[in-house]
């Protein structure tokens, strides 16, 4: 199986700051990965896809990068409503996610 | 829109059998291209994948549990089915399911149910 890990686990941070959130895979994983936004008691929202690929609505704000098995996600200037779990999934062989990283005000 | 929403009980004993529904809104699983996963989250944890159902039929199971699990479509109802065996406290989380597109070979899943959350125990 194919291991996600995230770091931060849990990140502080002010309305307009910059945020990057890091997701690494045990194997190669090429572009296969999406970023996923959770809030309390809801279901994931799709952020990205295919490493960078924005979703539809999904405000642009937010950006992904990366390849082969390190892969970001940055929020360039974190908003009142931003703060939230985020999660990274590999969709190279089947389907893994990262344990997520809260972003929680500062 | 797209939408999913899923149904089952929120309360099962341990070693019975787990049916959960989702029904579909906004596409068909007879569309050539579509997918359906299921996916649950216990608490406090992360998103674990369980499987996946495709418009022709090929089914995919999360290797771990692939002997306690069955997925299945009703297109007529448009509605895809999991049933889990044996169920164990263990089992408890919020029980998704997920329209899943894109890429033939490497799908990713775009929109989520609202979740149902299901209880194990006596």
């Known amino acids: 199986d194919i291991q996600m890990t995230q770091s931060p686990s849990t990140l502080s941070a002010s309305v307009g700051d910059r945020v990057t959130i890091t997701c690494r895979a045990s194997q190669t994983i090429s572009s296969w990965l999406a970023w996923y936004q959770q809030k309390s008691g809801k279901a994931p929202e799709l952020l990205i896809y295919?490493?960078?690929t924005l979703q539809s609505g999904v405000p642009s704000r937010f950006s992904g990068s990366g390849s082969g098995t390190e892969f970001t996600l940055t929020i360039s200037s974190v908003q009142p409503d931003d703060f939230a779990t985020y999660y990274c999934?590999?969709?190279?062989?089947?389907?893994?996610f990262g344990q997520g990283t809260k972003v929680e005000i500062k | 829109q797209v939408t999913l929403k899923e149904s089952g009980p929120a309360l099962v004993n341990p070693t019975q059998t787990l049916t959960l529904t989702c029904t579909l809104s906004?596409?068909?699983?007879?569309?050539?291209?579509?997918?359906v996963s299921w996916i649950r989250q216990a608490p406090g944890k992360a998103p674990e994948w369980l499987a996946r159902?495709?418009?022709?039929?090929?089914?995919f199971y999360n290797t771990s549990l692939k002997t306690r699990l069955t997925i299945s479509k009703d297109t007529s109802k448009n509605q895809v089915v999991l049933t889990m065996t044996n169920v164990d406290p263990v089992d408890t989380a919020t029980y998704y399911c997920?329209?899943?597109?894109?890429?033939?070979?490497?799908?990713?899943?775009?929109?989520w149910g609202q979740g149902t959350l299901v209880t194990v125990s006596s």
């Open positions: 999934q590999q969709y190279n062989v089947y389907w893994t």
């Open positions: 906004g596409f068909s699983l007879s569309t050539s291209g579509m997918r």
């Open positions: 997920a329209r899943t597109v894109g890429v033939n070979s490497h799908p990713h899943h775009d929109f």
């Open positions: 295919q490493a960078s």
């Open positions: 159902i495709d418009w022709d039929e090929n089914k």
